[in-house]
Each structure stands twice: as C-alpha cells, then as structure tokens.
C-alpha cells in the first residue's frame, strides 16, 4: 500500500478531477493538501480520502514539507507528492529531495518551470526552438529587437499557456512596451522571436525516459493569434490518424527535448509549431497532463481514463498504452463584446449531424462575467471516427453559436 499526498492549491473542477481519479487508484491512500477548508471536499472523495490537511500558501515548499511530515507522523511515511499545477513542480520536487521522496527532481522541475532555461537547454541539444533573450532592462529587450527584427513575442519567464504573452509587430509596439512596463532585474521578461506556422501541442507519457505513448493536437488557430483578435472563437482538434510523416518532424524533436530537460517518468505537454517549409520548432514544455479540455478529449479518442491513468503513473509508475479510435475537437465559445454574459444564441438551430456528436459540454450562464481568456466562457467537444466530421462539426458551432455580452 502506497502513500501518497495530493497538493491542490484550491478544489476547482479542473484540479478536482484529478484528484477524484487518485483516490481511485488501487494500493494507494491518498491524502490532500491543500488551502480549502474539509467542508468543501465532497462527501464522495472525503470518504475516499486517509487525511486532510490545510496550509495556508500552497505554493511555498517549506508548508507543503510540513504538511507531509504532519501526515507522516499520523498515516506512515509519505511516499509520493503529486500535483497537476505547473506552478506547483518546482515546490514539489523541493519537497521530494527534502524528504527523499521518488519522483522528479528539482533541477529538472526548474528546467521545466524556467522558460528561459528550458530554452537554453534544449538549443544546447541542438532542438530546434525560438531564439530568445531574457531581458532584465529595455536596452536588452531593444539590443534583441535589433537583432532579430520583428514580430516578437513576449512572455513571462514562468508563465503558463499564453498567460501574460503578447506580440510586438514593430518598433512603436516596442517602445509603447517599453515606456509602460518595461523589463528590470527583479522583472525579466522573456523576448523571443515569432515562429509562424502551424501550432499544436504533442502529449506524450515517459517512463524510465523513454516514450511509450504520444499524441498530437493541431489549435485553430494559434492562442497567440486568438489572444490578439477576440472576436475568434478558439479550436483544438485531435485527428484520429497521427502515424503520417506530417508528424516525424516533432516525434523526431520531441524524444531529445525532453531527455535534455532531465524528465524520466512522466506526461508531459509540449507546444510545437510547423513552420511553412515543414520544419518544426518547440515553443515549451510542461512536465504535467495537458489543460484546456485536452485530457478530457485523450480520454474521448481512446475511450480510456486518462486522469486516472496519470494518477496510477505518479503512484505506481505504470501505464498501459491505449489504442486511439476517434478523433475529437473542442470548440471554446468566447464572449463577443464587453462584460457578463447576456444569452447564447444558436444552439436551438444545429443540426442533428452536429448535435449528435457532442459528447460534453459546459455552456456559459447569463450573468456570467467573462473570462477575457482565450479559453474562452465556455466550451463543447464534439466526437467522431471521422477526422472530417469532427472538423466540420467545430466550423458550424463556431459559425453557429454565438455568445453575447453586455
């Protein structure tokens, strides 16, 4: 019998899931960290649980090590520390050193976490990724400018997705940046240049640091690309078929990416792109499941429990491959407009060849505010054998569903 803690910052529904699927996982006892008081477990997973307990910042290393020690000198040594927020990998494997638990270390998390450092790391490997620059000062940031030219991109150096990222199309985007918020030591920003191409992600599972199991989603179009124009509505599709040479460019780069960050078990969530001639690039890497509703649809395309099949990964460190037998989509309905959302319109006129295949869906509420995200308010997966039914079923949701604001 394993035990295992599950830090979970906060018990929101995407983080739920997770924990729900592991403290389902056979020869476990799981028990929770996390900021939430017991009153907000469900009575389901609370009987399902060993122990509860709250800290009060689930982020600082130093807690969560506590926390495990408390749970320690009650249940028996701790012998996994899990989480799936990307912000929490690095306090993790600080704790797992700390107190000689298996599981990624912390020079491998930081080279996760630290997009700077990732992307030094895999140009060392010769992956092919964005040239880069971690500005701590505008005359950095402008010394890179003039290098590369324009567009560029700037993130975070710890972001997670498209958190906080935005494009400079030329020198007056620059010096607009650059006057309001520039880059300082204590606030580096991260300039890179802008890939073009197409953008997906490759998904991918590890053990002992090879990789036994993969899958490629294809974004339409790129968050980037959503994020500057808000009247887009975000897709992500899955095909069915992803053995065609379309996809050895990124199965090629993905195995030494990866093996060049330190990662030996795992999944793992790669941002890639394609770039006109056919050559890919990776953008980042994240040592965790994918979000955006992207384990929701491997579960969908494999009729298998993805969420429960990462849990028995970071207890047990097995996993059995599944066979991929649909292809699936997600359409995010985005509020056109400013505020809270007002109605939904379109949804009583689709078709029944567009109906029939949602196969979960979480719709946006009147008077709910708007995300402002490129995930937008809500979203619908759509399923089908078919790769081209499932792309014509996300174009006539985008074009038919509209979600208004005021």
Known sequence: MVIAAFVAPYLLDATMRFVDAAATVPDTKLALITCDPESRIPEGLRRRLVAHWRIG??????????AAEALGRHLGPVQRLIGV??????PLAEVREHLGIAGMNAATARNFRDKAQMKSVLRAAGVPCARYRLADSADAAAGFAAEVG???VVKPP???GAKS????????????????????????????????GEEGSYDSVMTDGQIIWDSVSLYLPTPLEVLRNPWIQWRVLLPREIEGPEYDGIRKAAPAALQALGLRSGFTHMEWFRRPDGSVAVSEVAARPAGAQITSMLCYVHDFDFYGAWAQLMVHDSFAPPQRRWSAGTVYLRGQGIGRVQAVHGLDGLPPEVSSLVVESRLPEPGQLSSGSYEGDGYVIVRHPDTGAVTDAMWRLVTGVRVELG
Do not use: K, N
């Open 150 to 152: 324009f567009p560029l």
């Open 165 to 196: 990222t935005f494009r400079l199309d030329d020198a007056e985007d620059l010096r607009v940046w650059l006057t309001t918020a520039p880059p300082a030591p204590d606030r580096p920003a991260l300039v890179e240049e802008f890939l073009t």
């Open 85 to 90: 927020l990307e912000q929490l990998q690095v």
């Open 57 to 66: 910042d689930p982020l600082d290393a130093g807690q969560i090590a506590a």
């Open 158 to 160: 710890a972001g997670a």
